[in-house]
């Protein structure tokens, strides 16, 4: 199969997307869980946060679904799993206590700084901050299992479901009946579906707030819509002669969202589940699913080196933001804008660089990126 590059260039963009969001995030006045806290009792650009938080991780599971579907086509199950083992479980496992401590130190800094954990032994404190790293690696923990669970579906099934959609794919079309409309019906409603499967009222003593920031039923969806629907060639094509309404839709909805959201908690559980977030993820995904289907297939020098490195980037991005962000606020009277600029550039300059550093490195890019070779790629 011809490589896609409209997939991979989908991804890496969707990757810097979450390292703006976590600029802007970090220092949100909205309530929005994590980061230190805003400057202001309402900052404006927070806004940014409700245009991209409630598609961005769900495009991210649709092309990885998307992806394994391709993945299975040329490894046996055996590699598939042995890889997905490598790339995401190492990482987000073992990671954690060589790499990702770290971020957990300067997360629980303000904790600290209160006296939570006066009385803790430097020993226990030391897997506090490797749990409290995991950050953004929910996201491959996730992911993994999903791998796992597909797998296991198609041992059992043998595939049939997505041999179903094909049979019924080409009966449409015998009938020339519209076959998008029924594919983007039924994703919307198992999209609703899985967003309903939120808890809107977690209580603080459970692990209710775990499953809210993880929520696998939504993103298992996503991504199993990647794999059985998306990655179908007929589909894309689709997709992609709708561009520009599904953009116009997508634009709408979104700037309706953050309007009805300015100042508000846009990743309270009650919002996840309601109708307007679900309705722009949903379009969100489709205008970006569509158009850089149509017009961002093709690859350079850049593209080739962020489709390379966008994975890894990915994971080490966190620990730059949580360690600058969080001394310059402290430590530092610079004004709100000038913290903004420097986080934003450090974020797209030094994650990039830590990334080509720990990759050279043979036990770091093992632990840390999951790559094993004694060159990487």
Request: with cysteine; net charge positive; glycine share 6%.
């Amino acid at each position: 199969m011809e490589r896609k590059h409209w997939i991979d260039n989908l991804r890496w963009v969707t990757v810097l997307l979450v390292l703006f969001y976590h600029v802007i995030y970090f220092y949100n006045a909205k309530g929005v869980f994590g980061g230190i806290g805003g400057f202001y009792e309402t900052q404006p650009w927070d806004a940014i946060m409700s245009l991209l938080y409630p598609w961005f991780m769900l495009l991210l599971f649709v092309v990885a679904g998307i992806s394994s579907r391709y993945a299975l086509e040329k490894q046996t199950h055996k590699q598939f799993i042995k890889s997905r083992t490598l790339k995401l479980l190492v990482p987000a496992t073992i990671g954690l206590f060589v790499f990702h401590w770290m971020t957990g130190y300067f997360n629980t800094a303000v904790a600290r700084g209160q006296g939570v954990f006066d009385n803790v032994p430097t020993f226990v404190m030391y897997f506090i901050w490797a749990f409290s790293g995991i950050g953004p690696l929910w996201f491959i923990q996730d992911l993994w299992l999903f791998s796992i669970l597909l797998v296991l579906f198609r041992v059992i099934g043998k595939d049939w479901l997505y041999n179903f959609i094909t049979k019924m794919e080409g009966r449409y079309a015998e009938y020339n009946m519209p076959f998008i409309a029924v594919v983007l019906a039924v994703g919307f409603v198992l999209l609703s579906l899985g967003s309903f499967c939120v808890i809107t009222h977690p209580r603080p003593e459970t692990a209710d707030g775990l499953w809210n920031l993880y929520r696998p039923v939504t993103y298992f969806v996503a991504f199993l819509l990647g794999y059985y629907l998306f990655s179908r060639e007929s589909i894309q094509e689709m997709l992609a002669k709708g561009r520009v309404a599904y953009l116009v839709f997508a634009v709408v909805l979104g700037v309706y969202f953050t309007v009805i959201m300015y100042g508000k908690n846009d990743t309270a559980p009650e919002v996840l589940s309601g109708w307007p977030c679900i309705l722009y993820a949903w379009f969100a995904i489709l205008a970006m699913l569509s158009c850089f289907k149509a017009w961002a297939d093709k690859t350079g020098p850049f593209a080739k080196y962020m489709t390379k490195s966008s994975f890894g980037i990915y994971v080490v991005h966190y620990l730059v933001i949580a360690s600058l962000g969080y001394m310059m606020k402290t430590y530092t009277t610079l004004p709100p804008w000038v913290m903004y600029l420097i986080l934003a550039v450090a974020v797209f300059t030094l994650s990039p660089l830590l990334y080509e550093i720990i990759r050279r490195i043979p036990f770091l890019r093992w632990c840390v990126l999951g790559i094993s070779r004694k060159k990487s790629n």
